[in-house]
């Protein structure tokens, strides 16, 4: 059985910095691509963050330079570190996982970026 279990998700100032970790189960992390997903309220899922598992990353342009996406193989954890964060930024975030086998997907914790 895959699971993705996220934790981090937190009430933050705008500004500030937040990491988000996904621990891996049933699966290898370092061998699928690994992603952060976001999803406001009203409006669509859209790739935040990847991590491929050659250690290609692509980042949305609206988080460029401020969110970093990481691993630790030996672990099996993913992380988001979000860095500068906006009231924009203010969604649940998704642990994706994708191999050969599936697509996968966390529980998605909330972030809120606000005074």
């Known amino acids: 059985q895959v699971q993705l279990l996220e934790s981090g998700g937190d009430l933050v100032q705008p500004g500030g910095s937040l990491r988000l970790s996904c621990a891996a189960s049933g699966i290898a992390s370092s061998l699928a691509a690994m992603s952060w997903y976001r999803q406001a309220p009203g409006k669509e899922r859209e790739l935040v963050a990847q991590s491929g598992p050659i250690g290609n990353l692509n980042y949305a342009d609206s988080v460029k330079g401020r969110f970093t996406i990481s691993r630790d193989n030996a672990k099996n954890m993913v992380f988001l570190q979000m860095n500068s964060l906006k009231p924009e930024d203010t969604a649940v975030y998704y642990c994706?996982?994708?191999?050969?086998?599936?697509?996968?997907w966390g529980q998605g914790p909330q972030v809120t970026v606000s005074s």
């Open positions: 994706n996982a994708l191999n050969n086998s599936g697509n996968y």
